[in-house]
């Protein structure tokens, strides 16, 4: 069982470029999330899933966007990257009242 | 203001120690507590889960709800080096788990040997 495998787990971009990040999931959960962290800031939910087509926004979803086109992936996609998205990137999924399970995280810096 | 506050800390305790974590809250719909503990550069792992009020007990670790004081604890008993992390209270609002899980800032906590 992979669990939630986030990539790439490190990337380099330059403002205005745009990019996916990837989330899939083996565990057949219905719910996914993405999350970016900053210092001091705790995890900021970006967009989040509560199923196969269903999707809707966060505290920070400006700047991104998201699809959940089967159970197991929720890209999260960079439409034009500024500096104010360096962040540390989460994705997570759960089935249940059980609390999610959390990727390894993707290192993005915009410069 | 946020609608769950944690003192970030740092908090340094010596081995053995026990320690008190502590969030409140102010959404009277939140249901679902959680605590996780994330160690440097790694994701959050999920560390004690509880629904509505009362306490959880899992090993050294305590959990505690007081939804009439939108308040919860998370102790540590007998603090081992291994325990220094960072540690993330969440909240699930509604009665179920919706997908929206809204965390606090997370306290960074240190054991020393």
């Known amino acids: 069982n992979a669990g939630v495998t986030q990539t790439p787990k490190f990337q380099v971009l330059k403002t205005g470029q745009s990019m996916t990040l990837q989330c899939a999931q083996d565990?057949?959960?219905?719910?996914m999330s993405w999350y970016r962290q900053d210092p001091g800031m705790g995890l900021r939910l970006i967009h989040y899933s509560v199923g196969a087509g269903i999707t809707d926004q966060g505290e920070v979803p400006n700047g991104y966007n998201v699809s959940r086109s089967t159970t197991e992936d929720f890209p999260l996609r960079l439409l034009s990257a500024a500096p104010s998205q360096t962040s540390v990137y989460f994705c997570a999924s759960s089935n249940s009242n059980y609390g999610y399970t959390f990727g390894s995280g993707t290192r993005l810096t915009v410069v | 203001q946020k609608e769950v506050e944690q003192d970030p800390g740092p908090l340094s305790v010596p081995e053995g120690a026990i320690v008190s974590l502590n969030c409140t809250y102010s959404?009277?719909?939140?249901?679902?507590f959680m605590w996780y503990r994330q160690y440097s550069r790694k994701g959050p792992e999920l560390l004690m889960y509880t629904y509505s009020s009362g306490n959880k007990e899992d090993g050294r670790f305590t959990a505690q709800v007081d939804k009439s004081s939108k308040y919860i604890s998370l102790f540590i008993r007998d603090s081992q080096p291994s325990d220094s992390a960072t540690y993330l209270c969440?909240?699930?609002?509604?009665?179920?788990?919706?997908?929206?899980?809204?965390f606090g800032q997370g306290t960074t906590l240190q054991v020393k040997p």
């Open positions: 565990m057949n959960h219905e719910y």
């Open positions: 969440a909240m699930s609002v509604g009665s179920g788990n919706t997908g929206k899980l809204i």
């Open positions: 959404n009277s719909a939140f249901q679902y």
